[in-house]
């Protein structure tokens, strides 16, 4: 029966791998047509998107797939294909900053301030595509990232019927651990897009691009979502999830107080039921016995006497 077991969950563990890995390779497939592996290939775009990733790792040593994404887009710029850069990434704490970081390394690079514009609500690759469409006005962009997160963001926006290409740049040696990483985030983007159909946390209002902008080189580029605006909206999810959670709770207390109220009523009845069948019980013992019936006299004759024969 163990042996059964372990058979039928090993299986079921292949037949998993084997839908995932098929599901990953089919996302590869439908979006191979969009992928661009040299610059002079790209189409010609107005937008190109950066999306974003940390600078450094928690060792803080450079991360090689922004190196290669920020390089990625000066290529881009420079050689006339896109002009303008969206950079869209998660500004989720003070000190962390994705497009703020971008921007700083493209002025570095000599790209001007007034063709960069910052989208701070990239929180996840469906935000970031999604966004583009709806914020930012843009329906035919260029996607500038690592072909395997190319290939996602493209499923994405062909599934929200967003015309997109991506110039996929080159990708660190170590990638093997990121591209495992790379399945279960397409799962999720599957269950994302087909199951919860999910829409990015924020919108905001419409802010095409291009438009007639001055910014100074110390000020951030579109205020898509600005700093205190993603405070507010943290807020509000914060309150949110606490609602949800002080609801939950409540649920929880009035669903116990019912079991204990059911229970104490239950015992009550049962206990009730028990002193009625002793008290049934102790009247049928104290009931006195029933007298025999009483022997029917005869008038004019002693019923004690005995009726004799013969002759004295």
Not at 34 to 41: A, P
Not at 44 to 67: C, D, E, F, I, S
Not at 235 to 259: F, G, H, I, N
Request: aromatic fraction near 8%; hydrophobic fraction near 40%.
């Amino acid at each position: 029966m163990i042996k059964r077991l372990i058979v039928g969950f090993i299986s079921i563990v292949i037949l998993m791998l084997v839908v995932a890995i098929g599901l990953d390779r089919w996302i590869s497939w439908k979006t191979k047509d969009y992928v661009y592996d040299e610059v002079q290939e790209l189409p010609h775009r107005q937008v190109g998107v950066v999306l974003g990733t940390a600078k450094y790792y928690r060792t803080g040593v450079p991360n090689q797939y922004y190196l290669y994404r920020i390089q990625g887009a000066i290529n881009a710029y420079n050689s006339g294909k896109v002009k303008y850069l969206l950079l869209s990434g998660d500004n989720a704490q003070q000190s962390y900053n994705e497009p703020m970081t971008m921007r700083r390394d493209l002025m570095a690079a000599g790209i001007p301030a007034s063709d960069i514009v910052l989208d701070y609500a990239g929180f996840r690759t469906l935000d970031s595509i999604v966004r583009t469409r709806k914020v930012f006005d843009t329906n035919d962009f260029l996607i500038i990232t690592q072909r395997f997160h190319c290939e996602r963001a493209l499923y994405i926006a062909l599934h929200m019927g967003i015309q997109a290409q991506c110039f996929a740049v080159p990708s660190p040696k170590d990638i093997m651990t990121v591209r495992v990483r790379e399945i279960f985030a397409r799962l999720g983007a599957l269950t994302d897009l087909y199951i919860l159909k999910r829409e990015p946390r924020f919108l905001g209002p419409l802010i095409p691009i291009p438009a007639v902008h001055n910014i100074p080189d110390d000020e951030q580029g579109y205020p898509a979502v600005t700093p205190e605006q993603l405070l507010v909206l943290q807020q509000k999810l914060a309150d949110e999830k606490k609602a949800a959670e002080q609801k939950a709770a409540q649920m929880k207390a009035a669903a116990q107080k019912a079991a204990i109220e059911k229970a104490a009523a239950d015992e009550a009845a049962r206990v009730q039921a028990e002193q009625d069948a002793k008290e049934a019980e102790d009247d049928t013992q104290a009931a006195p016995a029933t007298a025999p019936p009483p022997v029917p006299i005869v008038p004019g004759k002693n019923p004690f006497s005995q009726s004799r024969s013969g002759t004295h």
